[in-house]
């Protein structure tokens, strides 16, 4: 699994951990915090939250046209100063009036800019390690790596906002409330949330120490083509033809991908909504250890030792491992033991569950796709974005099924919760969809650095985030729809757009598979 991969990938995936573990904890509460500090319904944070959302899947396609033109590194490392002056604008507690909404619109843009420069460019410099035909056959694999270490971050991101929101609230005397509206309790709500962007500022300072303090790992990787003519690197060219068949096959399958996104991106709003309105969130009996995130890491991290003993090839070794994941297993358990029964939940918990199940499933992606590979029966990856879209389907099916019988939320009063549904549904839910995001989000940043016209890397790594952006931007729908038409209907608009995408993508796929083998 990690067996003959270059040491850069480590590095850059490691340095990518940190700024996610710093954007996702941020991203938790956001919504949330736009209810409790502004007042506002689900639609105009929803709204707001995809506007966000977008900006920060846009802003790479300009990343990367200035990154093709000055330098990978350069863009890398100016995104970063630009985010982490917009998170420590986020963090200053500020009123409820119109100085604290431009502050916030202020903050957000410049973490929207930030990533813009910092996110693609770095997948880049992981796409090119793999340029070398030494190393060319893993660049699947090495994504589907970097990808869980983006994961890593994002899994404990959620209890690291919901442990500040709790220690918060009891300094104020209160402790979390889901209908609790009075002025009091949601001032310190909103001061609980504001912490949290605190936390994405100390995050990206330890990003900042992994990427230059292993800057040697990846540094012959941060190379464009005009930087590469420069030098008198072997540059690969292509005719017009391959030139434009390429770009139009990554646009096309950019196309599909937006409808994925404005499906798979309702995690921070009408799924978090749903649990807010309709979950149990006094949680008794075994689900109690999937609240707690220590437990869920020794979990996680036991699926990689466990992988280990039958992958490694000495004797010792695998009885190491084998020790390794009966003790992460016995503290995982020990951890469970000690939790109170019930525990209190909050709507942010549910977020930890697809970071972890992506971690959690990755090894098994991997095996699975590295058998079919063996036997010459791997799907290409737009195959592979193709089934992706079908799982998604039905990871909304599940929710539908949940949403039986429940009362519309345009017919509850405001305030009103109806929380009788056990967690369960949400984290199946989850579970479906992560098996759709491993499918899709990987295989599409490993195709497109493969794909891309060597000159145009950048700004076609920035297509794909701007089909993300969009696809983002169009995952409001749901939260504007929220008040005024029943749950099921509203599940069952992605289920209809995920289905349709993937007859598309498969309507497609000679096109595509044609292009890219030019």
């Given at each position: 699994?990690?067996?003959?991969?270059p040491k850069?990938?480590?590095?850059l995936?490691l340095?990518n951990t940190g700024?996610?573990?710093?954007?996702?904890?941020?991203?938790?509460?956001l919504?949330?915090l736009?209810?409790?500090?502004?007042?506002?319904d689900e639609g105009?944070?929803g709204?707001?939250?995809?506007?966000f959302?977008?900006?920060v899947?846009?802003?790479?396609?300009?990343g990367?046209?200035?990154?093709?033109?000055i330098?990978?590194g350069?863009c890398?490392?100016?995104?970063i100063?630009?985010?982490f002056?917009?998170?420590l604008?986020?963090a200053?507690?500020?009123?409820?009036?119109?100085?604290?909404?431009?502050?916030?619109?202020?903050?957000?843009a410049?973490?929207?800019?930030?990533?813009?420069?910092?996110?693609g460019?770095?997948?880049?410099?992981v796409?090119?390690?793999?340029?070398?035909?030494?190393?060319?056959a893993?660049?699947?694999?090495?994504?589907s790596?970097?990808y869980?270490?983006i994961?890593?971050?994002?899994?404990?991101?959620?209890?690291m906002?919901?442990?500040?929101?709790n220690?918060y609230?009891?300094n104020?005397?209160?402790?979390?409330?889901?209908?609790?509206q009075?002025?009091e309790?949601l001032?310190?709500?909103?001061?609980a949330?504001?912490?949290?962007?605190?936390?994405?500022c100390?995050?990206?300072?330890?990003?900042v120490?992994?990427?230059?303090?292993?800057?040697?790992?990846f540094?012959h990787?941060?190379v464009?083509?005009k930087?590469a003519k420069?030098?008198?690197?072997?540059?690969v060219?292509?005719?017009?033809?391959?030139?434009?068949?390429r770009?139009?096959a990554l646009?096309?399958?950019f196309?599909?991908?937006?409808?994925?996104?404005m499906?798979?991106?309702?995690?921070g709003?009408?799924?978090?909504?749903?649990a807010?309105?309709y979950?149990?969130l006094?949680?008794?009996?075994g689900?109690?250890?999937g609240f707690?995130?220590?437990?869920?890491?020794?979990i996680?991290?036991?699926?990689y030792?466990?992988?280990s003993v039958?992958?490694?090839?000495?004797?010792?070794?695998?009885?190491?491992?084998?020790?390794?994941?009966?003790?992460l297993?016995?503290?995982?358990y020990a951890?469970y033991?000690?939790m109170?029964?019930p525990?209190?939940a909050?709507?942010?918990?549910?977020?930890?569950?697809?970071?972890?199940?992506?971690v959690?499933?990755?090894?098994?992606?991997?095996?699975?796709?590295e058998?079919?590979?063996?036997?010459?029966?791997?799907?290409?990856?737009?195959?592979?974005i193709?089934?992706?879209?079908?799982?998604?389907?039905?990871?909304?099916?599940?929710i539908?099924?949940?949403?039986?019988g429940?009362?519309?939320?345009k017919d509850l009063a405001e305030?009103?919760?109806?929380?009788?549904?056990?967690p369960?549904?949400?984290?199946?839910?989850y579970f479906?969809?992560t098996?759709a995001?491993?499918?899709?989000?990987p295989?599409?940043?490993?195709?497109?650095?493969?794909?891309?016209?060597?000159?145009y890397?950048g700004?076609?790594?920035?297509?794909?985030?701007?089909?993300t952006?969009?696809?983002?931007?169009?995952?409001?729908i749901?939260?504007k729809?929220?008040n005024?038409?029943?749950?099921?209907a509203?599940?069952?608009?992605?289920?209809?757009?995920?289905l349709?995408a993937?007859?598309i993508m498969?309507?497609?796929m000679?096109k595509i598979?044609?292009?890219?083998?030019?």
């Amino acid at each position: 699994m990690f067996k003959g991969q270059p040491k850069g990938l480590f590095a850059l995936a490691l340095a990518n951990t940190g700024e996610r573990f710093g954007y996702y904890t941020m991203l938790a509460i956001l919504t949330l915090l736009m209810q409790a500090k502004f007042g506002w319904d689900e639609g105009t944070a929803g709204e707001v939250y995809a506007i966000f959302l977008a900006g920060v899947y846009f802003m790479p396609f300009f990343g990367g046209i200035l990154a093709d033109k000055i330098g990978y590194g350069k863009c890398v490392t100016i995104g970063i100063a630009v985010m982490f002056l917009g998170y420590l604008g986020l963090a200053i507690p500020t009123g409820a009036g119109l100085s604290g909404k431009l502050m916030m619109f202020g903050g957000l843009a410049l973490v929207a800019i930030g990533t813009g420069l910092f996110k693609g460019n770095l997948q880049v410099l992981v796409g090119n390690l793999y340029d070398d035909p030494k190393y060319s056959a893993k660049r699947d694999s090495a994504f589907s790596l970097f990808y869980m270490a983006i994961n890593i971050g994002a899994m404990f991101a959620p209890s690291m906002a919901k442990k500040i929101t709790n220690i918060y609230l009891g300094n104020h005397g209160f402790v979390y409330d889901a209908a609790n509206q009075a002025p009091e309790y949601l001032e310190a709500l909103s001061g609980a949330y504001g912490l949290c962007f605190g936390v994405a500022c100390v995050s990206l300072i330890l990003s900042v120490a992994i990427y230059f303090g292993c800057r040697n790992w990846f540094k012959h990787a941060d190379v464009n083509t005009k930087q590469a003519k420069k030098t008198d690197a072997t540059v690969v060219e292509l005719t017009p033809k391959q030139t434009k068949d390429r770009m139009v096959a990554l646009i096309l399958v950019f196309a599909v991908v937006i409808f994925f996104w404005m499906a798979f991106h309702q995690n921070g709003s009408a799924l978090t909504f749903f649990a807010k309105k309709y979950t149990n969130l006094t949680v008794s009996g075994g689900l109690r250890l999937g609240f707690n995130i220590g437990s869920l890491a020794m979990i996680a991290a036991s699926v990689y030792t466990l992988f280990s003993v039958f992958q490694s090839d000495s004797k010792k070794t695998k009885i190491i491992c084998g020790a390794v994941t009966l003790a992460l297993w016995g503290g995982a358990y020990a951890l469970y033991a000690s939790m109170s029964n019930p525990i209190a939940a909050q709507p942010s918990d549910f977020q930890q569950f697809n970071p972890f199940f992506v971690v959690a499933l990755t090894p098994i992606s991997m095996v699975i796709f590295e058998s079919l590979a063996k036997k010459c029966k791997e799907p290409s990856a737009p195959k592979k974005i193709a089934i992706g879209m079908l799982v998604a389907a039905l990871g909304f099916v599940i929710i539908t099924l949940a949403s039986f019988g429940l009362t519309s939320p345009k017919d509850l009063a405001e305030g009103q919760t109806q929380s009788i549904l056990s967690p369960a549904w949400l984290i199946g839910t989850y579970f479906t969809l992560t098996f759709a995001e491993l499918l899709l989000s990987p295989m599409g940043m490993s195709f497109v650095t493969k794909v891309a016209p060597p000159k145009y890397k950048g700004m076609m790594m920035g297509g794909w985030f701007a089909a993300t952006a969009l696809g983002n931007y169009l995952s409001m729908i749901p939260s504007k729809l929220w008040n005024k038409i029943p749950l099921m209907a509203n599940w069952g608009i992605l289920i209809g757009l995920c289905l349709v995408a993937a007859v598309i993508m498969f309507a497609m796929m000679k096109k595509i598979e044609a292009a890219t083998e030019s």
